[in-house]
């Protein structure tokens, strides 16, 4: 009898990956302490490659080398994690820097209203490209932990935004003198662990690339529970990034809206945001990584890690496979063929602006009543929706 395959079982083709600092999170928070015992990056790399199916590895400088290691220990880590990487076929497709955990960080990184600290976060991220390049990092992610304010007292957040401009600027330039080939990735939070962030939401960075000197080498990595922390739609801001062509990476996880920074197991907790996250980014065939920036529940032992990795890949794959049926659903599609009325005349007329077009919109009679009359019957498709999901 032939051997049934698992639809579901993930490939490294999927592109998915993990971040050091996420398999190996050891369940400490703000009020206790670890519930797990801390793993060495050979260690977390053997942990995600137990699971089977995932792309890659992603880390901070500091996940891989502490702050203060000798050189003899760097280079001791170093090849015992590249050895752990080489046994399990992973790749690193992702380096950062750690900007926040360093008291030397406490008032911001690029931001910081001290020149010394500023100098100080571009020279930590010059090494830290370097080490991210070691091991064929090509995406390059940029989270400002700690670029914010309590009191807008302290900073000016004009002069901030110069500052930030200042050091990417400078990095965009130092990564084509290196030649390292990095994409830039810029993370948008709104709180956490600053009260108030810079770059609050997707849209921020955004806003920010055009005014850079290097446009072109930057884009964004948006993280499903840092809009959502703030009550917004999550895939409407990685829709702007696409429609931009600026998405270059995404962090995956999952978040209840008004609560604490989560970092849930993708999909944990609202199944209809991740399906329709997973059909844009299915239906607008996004390539790059999809990295689960989340990380087991605190009450997890190492075992229960390993169904939190294979869950979230999982979970990615049964929602694409609900994706191609969304497409394929008759009575779904043809509800949204009534729903999407063409007019060939008039979007013709509004294309593009000319004279003519403008004078034969001007001329053109409309009746709001006809028009507010046309059916939509929403509720008989997001009712097929549920049923969809729900396999009912
Ligand atoms: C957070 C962020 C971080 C970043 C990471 C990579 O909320 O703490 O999501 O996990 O993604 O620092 O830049
Ligand atoms: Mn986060
Ligand atoms: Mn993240």
């Known amino acids: 009898m032939a051997k049934r395959i698992d639809p579901y079982m993930p490939t490294p083709a999927d592109k998915f990956t993990f971040g050091l600092w996420t398999v190996g999170n ?43 290691a000798t050189p003899a220990e760097a280079a001791q880590i170093k090849k015992d994690f590249r050895a752990a990487l080489r046994r399990h076929k992973l790749r690193v497709p992702m380096a950062t820097t750690n900007l926040f955990s360093d008291p030397v960080f406490k008032d ?27 091991f064929g990092a090509k995406f390059y992610v940029f989270w400002g932990g700690r670029e914010g304010t309590e009191s ?9 935004t110069k500052r930030f401009r200042e050091a990417i ?28 962030m810079y770059f609050s939401v997707t849209g921020s960075y955004l806003a920010l690339i055009p005014t850079l000197k290097h446009p072109e080498m930057c884009g964004v990595n948006p993280e499903f529970a840092h809009e959502t922390m703030a009550g917004l ?27 604490y920074d989560q970092d849930f197991r993708f999909g944990s907790v ?8 997973v059909k844009l980014l299915t239906d607008y065939k996004y390539k790059g990584p999809k990295h689960f920036d989340s990380h087991a529940y605190r009450q997890s032992d190492p075992k ?37 009325r063409d007019n060939a005349k008039l979007s013709k007329l509004t294309r593009n602006f000319s004279k003519a077009n403008a004078k034969a919109l001007l001329a053109t009679d409309f009746s709001r009543e006809k028009m507010a009359k046309k059916s939509l019957p929403y509720e008989e498709l997001d009712q097929l929706v549920f049923e969809f999901l729900n396999g009912a």
């Open 26 to 68: 050891p369940g400490a928070d703000p009020f206790g302490k670890a519930t797990r015992a801390v793993l060495s990056p050979a260690e977390i790399v053997d942990a995600i490659g137990e699971q089977g199916g995932a792309y890659g590895v992603n880390f901070h400088d500091n996940d891989l080398i502490p702050i203060d």
């Open 108 to 134: 911001g990184a690029f931001t910081s209203n001290d020149a010394e600290v500023r100098a100080y976060a571009i020279h930590k991220t010059m090494n830290a490209m370097q080490l991210g390049a070691e």
């Open 152 to 160: 807008d007292a302290t900073k000016d957040p004009v002069v901030a």
């Open 169 to 196: 600027d400078f990095l965009c330039d130092y990564n084509k003198s290196q030649k390292f080939g990095y994409k830039f990735a810029f993370e948008a939070k709104p709180n956490e662990p600053r009260g108030h």
């Open 233 to 259: 739609n999550f895939t409407h801001h990685v829709a702007q990034a696409l429609e931009a062509g600026k998405l270059f990476h995404i962090d995956l996880n999952d978040q209840e809206i008004g609560r």
């Open 270 to 277: 609202n199944y209809k945001a991740a399906f329709f996250l």
């Open 304 to 340: 229960d890690v390993g169904h939190f990795a294979r869950g979230s890949m999982r979970t990615y794959k049964i929602l694409e496979s609900k994706v191609e049926k969304f497409n394929k659903n008759r009575k779904i599609q043809s509800l949204l063929n009534k729903i999407n």
